[in-house]
């Protein structure tokens, strides 16, 4: 499916739910089960990204009402989203599961498509009234 505004705003608010409930897991459950506080702190990093970017996708959706920010911002929406999968959640399971090593490259991938997004939202301010 497309990434329209109403589609940034219900991703947006549903990655934001996500790290609401991953945070207080990892306030309260996470030391117990994994006793590593390395852990935990990959975790509340991940669980900090995907916060901030849910935000974002929230906001992109605000801000691409208009037709003629609707590409940018789904191209936009798209990176923030995918980014905000894949760097999270390549931390959050590298917490949990640390001999999943092969997803230690999944995580700049991540970065750099996050990075990517805050580009295309810096240039989709060049359309805002």
């Known amino acids: 499916p497309a990434m329209n505004a109403k ?3 219900q991703a947006g608010s549903i990655l934001m739910a996500i790290a609401v409930i991953a945070g207080a897991f990892g306030a309260h459950a996470l030391q117990d089960l994994l006793g590593r506080h390395e852990s935990t ?3 509340q990093t991940g669980v900090r990204y995907l916060a ?3 935000l974002a996708l929230i906001l992109l959706g605000s801000l691409t009402l208009k037709p003629e920010r609707q590409h ?3 191209i936009t929406g798209w990176l ?3 980014g905000s999968l894949l760097f ?3 931390l959050l399971l590298l917490a949990t599961q640390p001999s999943m090593k092969w997803l230690g490259p999944v995580t700049p991938i991540g970065g750099a498509l996050m990075i990517a997004g805050w580009v295309g939202f810096a240039r ?3 359309k805002l009234d």
């Open 124 to 126: 989709l301010a060049n």
């Open 41 to 43: 702190d990959t975790w």
């Open 88 to 90: 999270a959640g390549s």
């Open 80 to 82: 923030f989203a995918l």
């Open 7 to 9: 589609r940034a705003v």
């Open 52 to 54: 901030w970017h849910a």
């Open 72 to 74: 940018l911002g789904r």
